[in-house]
């Protein structure tokens, strides 16, 4: 596969009165052609920034990034051709129909006057295209957004926050839009919170925290890799689960009691758990693994999981990932 988007040991330092904040810090993301792929982050882990850096709206302190394999944003002249974005909410004349917007939006352009009937029917805006703007749903502006990015027929679209403020049908209908767009050859990159529906639309993910990658791949490849390392642990009636609990406890395990069993966060060897309980003679009577979704994936690796008693605040966003665990 080839890549159609790279970018390596990016950083960028905000400086204001109040400090210096690293919004980047060292952070790499390859995209491979044809792929639907999610970039995501909890609020603040520097997703926009990478966007905007990528399309030359912020100078980066340092790194190196490619699109299409042509250095950005040196060579972008030469690439911002194929790359359609959306990184802020465009905003439409309400009393302008669809097919007025884009029509200007194409002669403004230089793009040729027929792509507005072609992108209107791909984003499936067709039969409403000649209402005014100002009478569509959220969900429809979002899709006369996309439409006016894929205008000049990008081989790269970029989309920050498609899924933001839409109801579950228009997740739905964005997630069909990203799969005809993939399917017809075009590069999707997506920023997204919204994790249950990356896992549906994505074929790829990089999730970022604090600036930096903590894990990327398919998205297959990331559950398997991250979430098996869960397990539930049933013992025999009326055994002492606390008691059992705090010898895990003890040798480092994260164990989570529940109200008849507990489960072990970190339990990359189970067989550890087995023996340590039976060395005190205590017998599992059930170990299974937790399947795990992005969700529980995206939580353990950006430290964004609720935290009991206390409200986390932005920055204490984890900045290591927790791979390897217990039991080793
Ligand atoms: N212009 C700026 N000046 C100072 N700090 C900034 C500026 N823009 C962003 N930041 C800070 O850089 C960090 C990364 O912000 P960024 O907007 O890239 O995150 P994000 O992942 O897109 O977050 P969200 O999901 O909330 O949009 C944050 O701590 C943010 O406060």
Redesign the pocket.
């Known amino acids: 596969m080839t890549a159609v988007l790279e970018i390596s040991g990016l950083r960028?330092t905000?400086?204001?009165r109040k400090g210096v904040?690293k919004?980047?810090d060292g952070f790499d993301m390859v995209v491979e052609a044809g792929q639907v792929h999610g970039f995501l982050?909890?609020?603040?882990?520097?997703?926009?920034?990478?966007?905007?850096t990528l399309l030359g709206l912020i100078k980066p302190n340092d790194g190196r990034m490619a699109i299409l394999g042509r250095e950005v944003p040196r060579l972008l002249p030469e690439v911002a051709g194929q790359v359609g974005a959306i990184v802020e909410s465009p905003q439409f004349f309400g009393n302008f129909t669809a097919e007025t917007t884009l029509s200007l939006l194409a002669d403004a352009g230089g793009v040729n006057p027929h792509r507005v009937p072609a992108v209107l029917e791909l984003v499936g805006l067709r039969d409403r295209s000649k209402e005014r703007v100002k009478t569509y749903s959220l969900g429809m502006k979002q899709r006369l957004a996309v439409a006016s990015a894929l205008l000049k027929e990008p081989k790269l679209l970029i989309l920050?926050?498609p899924a933001n403020g839409l109801d579950p049908g228009g997740i739905r209908e964005m997630r069909t839009l990203m799969r005809t767009l993939s399917e017809s050859g075009m590069t999707v990159l997506l920023?997204s919170?919204i994790l249950g529906e990356i896992q549906l639309i994505c074929d790829s993910v990089t999730i970022?925290a604090a600036?930096r990658r903590v894990t990327s791949g398919s998205v297959s490849s990331v559950l398997a890799t991250h979430a098996s390392a869960t397990v539930k642990v049933r013992l025999e009636p009326g055994v002492d689960l606390a008691g059992a609990a705090a010898v895990l406890r003890a040798a480092g395990a994260a164990v989570t009691l529940e109200k008849d069993h507990f489960t072990v966060g970190n339990a990359s060897n189970p067989a550890q758990i087995t023996k340590l309980l039976a060395e005190k003679q205590i017998y599992v009577a059930e170990l299974t693994p937790v399947s795990a979704d992005l969700e529980d994936v995206f939580l353990e690796l950006t430290g964004t999981a609720p935290v009991d008693g206390a409200n986390r605040q932005?920055?204490q966003v984890a900045a290591t990932t927790t791979q390897g665990g217990w039991g080793q």
């Open positions: 960028k905000y400086r204001s904040r919004a980047l982050g909890p609020n603040g882990s520097g997703k926009t920034t990478t966007l905007r920050d926050e920023s919170h970022i600036g932005v920055d």
